[in-house]
């Protein structure tokens, strides 16, 4: 749920089910379509979140079958703390066979590059993290251009490569200091 919010840590321990509802989007190109979205103030006096489901968060809500206060609840039925939700998350990772040091806001760190590597537009990704400025949102963005223009040289140099070798007489190459 971490990843698929991208919210902070306080946002996803407190996130109660009367957040979720559905919405009516008139989308950009005049269609109309009814989503479930979490809607929700960030934090203290932060930005307005709207979040709609995306399929797999979907279906990993439909097991709750009990939908009332917080969404994530300890195993005394009462919300998390921030911090115990940090304990908590130490907990699963173990359960999980996955090395200690994975944190909620590694997820929302990955979900800042996912939508970069999906490449969603650098406001997008603003508001759908609610970041107040550009200049967090922009790291995202610097990293997956990175990769992006690695990979391309990547497959360039490839590309040349196996041209170069379907060739029947391939010249000495020649070293430029």
């Known amino acids: 749920m971490a990843f698929w919010l991208g919210s902070r840590r306080g946002d996803v321990a407190g996130l109660e089910w009367s957040a979720l509802d559905l919405h009516e989007v008139e989308l950009f190109t005049g269609e ?11 934090g203290k006096g932060g930005a307005e979140m709207f979040i709609p489901l995306v399929s797999k968060l979907a279906d990993a809500l439909r097991v709750f079958n009990h939908r009332e206060g917080t969404v994530l609840k300890t195993a005394y039925g009462t919300p998390f703390s921030e911090k115990s939700l940090t304990n908590q998350m130490a907990v699963w990772c173990r359960q ?6 994975y944190t909620i806001h590694g997820l929302r760190r990955t979900f800042g590059s996912y939508l970069a590597e999906c490449n969603v537009q650098a ?14 949102t922009d790291i995202y963005v610097r990293d997956a251009n990175k990769k992006q223009a690695m990979v391309d040289i990547m497959k360039t140099i490839n590309e040349r490569e196996e041209r170069r070798d379907g060739m029947k007489r391939r010249g000495n190459i020649r070293i430029v200091s």
């Open 32 to 42: 109309i379509v009814a989503v479930e979205a979490f809607t929700f103030s960030q």
């Open 123 to 136: 406001r997008a990704i603003m508001t759908a993290m609610g970041h107040s400025s550009m200049a967090v």
């Open 96 to 101: 999980a066979g996955i090395p200690a040091g």
